[in-house]
């Protein structure tokens, strides 16, 4: 696409894209929470790794900090989507801090999961990303896993004593060579069932996949420290595609499109649609599009709200 007006650029959208349910019910905690409670509201790292989402939330009274330390006392304060380690919960209860707890439910059942193992005196493998703030929220005594290479290396006390869980935002897809690994090198080890793996990430995986089938191009909608968006640009480039992950239409280059007949769009976990909307009206500039709407898994998971907030 050459930036001239004489070509129809077909824009498909994936489904499901964008939020979902564990995202959506983080930012609703902290959004009722400036209204229950006003401003300020503190929230430990990102409430979920979207740049407009946490700047959205500061304008309105979040307050952003790394460490519980930098929250003053008697604040409430809101654990992230991603979940937070024991001694972080610990810290707080010693504080009396008012805390809300915003860990996406799926990621609490896999904290659980870890601590249902360890009091069965296993030792734990997490197959997950080093640095990403859930497995941080996992890690105590724990082997981390990021490749099927480091499962066959991989070194343990007692390989009669041993057990995995992963990190929730890979896929089914991302994580099956690596468990199988596992239970080549380690017979014996426990883990959970793989539908413990998030329906969102393999939903937007899955939807991927088939986008890129009938595109030319494909644009992720995401920050650049989102792990499952940086997942949904890879899975493009690796079906052969040119994938960009940009944070919105400003990120846009006319370039990319040309020669194009068409571009497909989704939108990680913590993207909002409205970024979505606004990279299709972005690609209007460049020239008449037609948008469609591809068929995809439908979506109605809803998680509970806590008690703090339940009620307004």
């Not at 007006?5 to 609703?28: M, S, Y």
Request: with cysteine.
């Amino acid at each position: 696409m050459d930036g001239s007006h004489n070509k129809t650029l077909r824009v498909v959208l994936a489904q499901p894209r964008g939020f979902c349910a564990g995202v959506e019910r983080a930012i609703d905690i902290v959004e009722r929470a400036l209204i229950k409670f006003g401003p300020p509201i503190y929230v430990r790292h990102e409430i979920v790794h979207n740049r407009y989402v946490v700047e959205d939330l500061r304008a309105r009274g979040a307050v952003f900090v790394d460490e519980l330390d930098e929250v003053p006392d008697g604040a409430w304060t809101v654990f992230s989507a991603h979940g937070v380690a024991r001694k972080v919960v610990q810290a707080a209860k010693d504080r009396d801090l008012p805390v809300i707890d915003a860990t996406c439910p799926l990621v609490a059942k896999v904290h659980a999961e870890g601590r249902r193992y360890a009091s069965q005196g296993r030792e734990l493998v997490l197959i997950g990303h080093a640095g990403h703030a859930e497995v941080e929220g996992t890690i105590g005594q724990v082997y981390l896993v990021q490749t099927v290479e480091d499962a066959q290396a991989l070194e343990v006390v007692d390989p009669t004593k041993l057990a995995y869980i992963t990190q929730t935002t890979l896929s089914v897809d991302d994580t099956r060579g690596i468990i199988a690994a596992l239970k080549e090198h380690f017979p014996e080890i426990a883990g959970p069932d793989v539908k413990d793996i998030c329906y969102a990430t393999q939903n937007r995986q899955e939807a991927v996949h088939h986008l890129a089938k009938l595109v030319d191009v494909l644009l992720v909608v995401g920050s650049k420290n989102s792990s499952n968006s940086n997942r949904l640009r890879e899975i493009g480039t690796e079906l052969g595609h040119p994938a960009y992950l940009i944070d919105d239409a400003s990120a846009l280059r006319a370039e990319w499109f040309t020669g194009a007949a068409s571009v497909g769009v989704t939108a990680g976990a913590s993207a909002p649609e409205v970024l979505v909307q606004g990279v299709i009206e972005g690609l209007r500039k460049f020239g008449a599009i037609e948008v469609e709407l591809l068929d995809g898994t439908p979506e109605d998971v809803k998680f509970k709200l806590p008690a703090e907030v339940a009620s307004l």
